[in-house]
């Protein structure tokens, strides 16, 4: 089985690195930048399962990175994280295509089920996506 890859987005670098250090021991693939404008440039270069992304962050914020990655990458499974959240935040996140929306503080074993199911939903859109480009193809082809 493939690895899981995950970006974790967070201008509060110890809490990043304190959450990939222990996605990494888990045996996922966990990196880490600290700005939405880092997270843009990460998502164009690589392939990632799932993106854990802070809402409240300087600069760009969680819900303007999240709109500019499904831009990149509409298949991305974008999981928002936020300590000072509000119901609004939350709806409006989803609403922008977020996978998910939970709050700091977060039992990790929560938060890696989430990312597990933010991996099956990517693969089951990749396959519908797959399934759906071959049908095509077939018609073109009078098939």
């Excluded at 201008?11 to 990043?16: C, G, S």
Aim: hydrophobic share 45%; with cysteine.
């Amino acid at each position: 089985m493939a690895e899981l890859r995950v970006l974790i987005v967070d201008d509060e670098e110890d809490f990043a690195a304190t959450l990939a250090e222990r996605m990494n021991g888990r045996g996922l693939i966990a990196e880490t930048v600290s700005s939405g404008e880092e997270a843009l440039i990460a998502v164009s270069r690589a392939v990632y399962d799932a993106v854990v992304l802070d809402l409240a962050m300087p600069g760009m914020d969680g819900i303007e990175t999240l709109k500019r990655m499904l831009a990149i990458k509409p298949q991305l499974q974008v999981i928002l994280l936020t300590g000072r959240g509000t119901i609004e935040k939350g709806i409006e996140s989803i609403r922008s295509g977020a996978f998910e929306f939970l709050e700091k503080p977060i039992k990790f074993d929560t938060l890696l089920s989430k990312v597990n199911e933010a991996k099956s939903r990517a693969m089951a859109l990749t396959e519908e996506k797959t399934k759906d480009m071959i049908e095509e193809m077939l018609r073109r082809w009078g098939c």
